[in-house]
């Protein structure tokens, strides 16, 4: 719950953390999965598709070590 109202759209924070390849990704939910820490990660994977269905471009977010107050960010749908 926000403190205050925000307007559908608004800008509230950009996500921030280290940005890594694939492999590193991988790796990382592997460890954090395994860990199952109180703490929890925030490794945000974003894939961008093609009209086809083709994934074309995969970015991984890793706020967990390095990141900002958008990582304690949560959303639903009205």
Not at 18 to 41: M, W
Not at 48 to 66: K, Q
């Amino acid at each position: 719950m926000a403190a205050q109202h925000i307007d559908q759209g608004e800008f509230v924070a950009q996500y921030a953390g280290e940005l890594l390849r694939n492999v590193e990704a991988d790796k990382r939910l592997a460890q954090y999965d395994t860990n199952n820490t109180d703490v929890g990660h925030a490794l945000l994977v974003v894939r961008e598709v093609l009209p086809s269905g083709t994934a074309c471009l995969r970015f991984n977010i890793d706020a967990t070590r390095i990141g900002n107050i958008a990582r304690f960010f949560n959303h639903r749908s009205a």
